[in-house]
């Protein structure tokens, strides 16, 4: 559209005048200005131990039926090394977000397992 490039030429005569660097990209894909635009990066893969859903399988059964101020220890099982035992902490602590909203329970990490005590 007409209306769109002069607005467009106005934009880079006014930052050029303003002697700014920038980098404008228009409608057909030119870029204007000297300033370098960055790569896109893609996203890093995460790498994952164990399959998708282990740590919820292993701990819901004990966290679903908490109630407001009751508290369980969830053992760490299978994921006794401290890489896992933060994954299943943040697991538990993901769950009980979603199902009672942020800040309603308090997880710590023991020997004996994930402490969970649900406050709300």
Known sequence: MLVQTEALTRALKLLTAANVQFAVIDAEGVKHGTLEIAPKLEPKKRHQNHPRGAFLKHHEELTKTLQPGSAVV???????????RESLRSSITGYCARAWGGGACITAISDAGIEVLRVE
């Open 74 to 84: 969830v053992p760490y099982g299978q994921f006794e090394s401290t890489e896992d």
